[in-house]
């Protein structure tokens, strides 16, 4: 089966889009079910494998797309780093608090360890949606114009922001993570509806 390079453009946008309906999800539903709820490890792995999607692609984009293989870069790694970050939930989170009492700064180590990554990603995708925003600016036309003035303004704020709950993860971590999972979303929306299908390969490049 042959893949296109609009048929990786938009893979790319929907599995960008499916994380950021799950951390809702998570948030609205799954926080508020208990802790020995289906709901959270079902959830996580859906993330991992869309987050695994992100990464596929954003490499297979950076091969193809040479002239804008930096910025597939940047949403690939992304995609590496919430993999891992989730990848840890899945299986450090369980043992850790077993070993609670034993040492008792563990799991905060740990849980420390995957929000530093998740920060990361989020900036990252914020870089992503900062760029892509300003193409679609210089595009043309009211849809991508507005799209491309959000892009631009959720990028910046998750770039300042997670560089910010980095450092200080207590008191930026809610704001970090908004501003990333907006940044998120308008990225998806990008790829998903302003690069003509018939023109991926020009556009994106």
């Known amino acids: 089966m042959t893949i296109t390079d609009r048929g990786l453009l938009r893979t790319l946008g929907l599995a960008l889009l499916l994380t950021v309906a799950s951390q809702i999800f998570y948030i609205a539903v799954v926080s508020n079910a208990g802790g020995d709820t289906m709901l959270r490890p079902l959830?996580?792995?859906?993330?991992?494998?869309?987050?695994?999607?992100?990464?596929?692609?954003?490499?297979?984009?950076?091969a193809r797309l040479p002239g804008s293989a930096v910025l597939w870069s940047v949403v690939a790694l992304s995609g590496v780093l919430n993999t891992l970050q989730?990848?840890?939930?899945?299986?450090?989170?369980?043992?850790?608090?077993?070993?609670?009492?034993?040492?008792?700064?563990?799991?905060?180590?740990i849980l420390a360890g995957a929000f530093f990554l998740y920060f990361l990603a989020k900036l990252l995708l914020g870089l992503a949606g900062l760029v892509l925003g300003a193409r679609a600016l210089h595009t043309g036309g009211t849809m991508n114009i507005a799209l491309g003035v959000l892009a631009v303004l959720t990028g910046l704020a998750a770039i300042g922001l997670n560089l910010l709950a980095m450092i200080d993860a207590e008191s930026w971590r809610f704001a970090a993570g908004a501003a990333g999972t907006a940044a998120t979303a308008l990225v998806g929306v990008l790829l998903l509806t302003r690069v003509p299908l018939d023109q991926a390969r020009q556009v994106a490049a």
């Open 43 to 62: 959830t996580w792995f859906t993330e991992l494998f869309a987050f695994c999607a992100v990464a596929a692609t954003g490499l297979a984009l950076s």
């Open 86 to 109: 989730v990848g840890m939930g899945l299986s450090m989170f369980g043992p850790a608090m077993e070993a609670g009492e034993t040492v008792p700064q563990l799991f905060s180590a």
